[in-house]
């Protein structure tokens, strides 16, 4: 038992509590959008719900083995229900399209402004 307490404490020393938080929200947002884009019978949200997926998968760790994943889906799966499926996709989505907007600011800023026009005689 001792071990286990050691092995535990090393766990989230290596990982981080915030990191596994972050991975499990992460699993969570993969299941439900995963479950949207093969039920969803709405082309627009069936999109939506294939890019989450994708999305969710990259945040990930990429030094996760298989089995790791697989309990870290397995866990999560426990913690989803039909109540909690659709908020809980609404909240995966909306992280997404904050860092949409994100990006389409960056975009705006980026821009140069309106060269003004030249006068004559100057």
Do not use: H, W
Request: glycine share 6%.
């Amino acid at each position: 038992m001792k071990a286990l307490g050691t092995l535990t404490a090393i766990a989230l020393f290596t990982t981080g509590g915030a990191a596994a938080a972050q991975t499990a929200s992460d699993a969570q947002c993969i299941i439900v959008s995963n479950a949207y884009a093969s039920q969803a019978k709405d082309a627009e949200a069936k999109k939506i719900a294939e890019a989450s997926v994708y999305f969710y998968l990259g945040r990930i760790s990429n030094t996760m083995t298989v089995a790791q994943l697989k309990a870290l889906l397995d866990a999560q799966t426990k913690t989803l229900t039909q109540a909690n499926a659709g908020p809980t996709m609404g909240k995966c989505a909306a992280a997404i399209q904050a860092k949409v907007e994100m990006l389409k600011s960056l975009s705006a800023a980026a821009k140069p402004a309106p060269a003004k026009p030249a006068q004559p005689g100057r």
